[in-house]
Nanobody, 121 residues
Framework: QVQLVESGGGLVQPGGSLRLSCAAS????????MGWYRQAPGKERELVAG????????NYADSVKGRFTISRDNAKNTVYLQMNSLKPEDTAVYYC??????????????WGKGTLVTVSS
């Protein structure tokens, strides 16, 4: 099993910054990918940023590219999401995600409970 705990959310003004953290524990050796998703009120959950465990390759949603950066600290089993130039439309609950892939059998996703980011004046 994998357990994920997010932290770092809060209220910020437009143009401000936050850094989210996600600490992983449990069967961390099995994790292939990690990422951040978000879900705004009335919206579908969407991928914000992802990072591949083995290579460090990252990907971002177009809406956050150039503003957000996903990174990892392997010694702490933690991934981060640095969010700069925040906009009101970034307001959402942000969820940490860990993925275990099985060849021919799809994938297993683990989720944190989420941390709320509110961007407002």
């Amino acid at each position: 099993q994998v357990q994920l705990v997010e932290s770092g959310g809060g209220l910020v003004q437009p143009g401000g910054s936050l850094r989210l953290s996600c600490a992983a524990s449990g069967s961390i050796f099995s994790i292939d990918d990690m990422g951040w998703y978000r879900q705004a009120p009335g919206k579908e959950r969407e991928l914000v940023a992802g990072i591949i465990t083995s290579s460090g390759r990252t990907n971002y949603a177009d809406s956050v590219k150039g503003r957000f950066t996903i990174s990892r600290d392997n010694a702490k089993n933690t991934v981060y999401l640095q969010m700069n130039s925040l906009k009101p439309e970034d307001t959402a609950v942000y969820y940490c995600n860990a993925v275990v892939y099985y060849k021919g059998d799809g994938r297993m996703d683990y989720w944190g409970k989420g941390t709320l980011v509110t961007v407002s004046s």
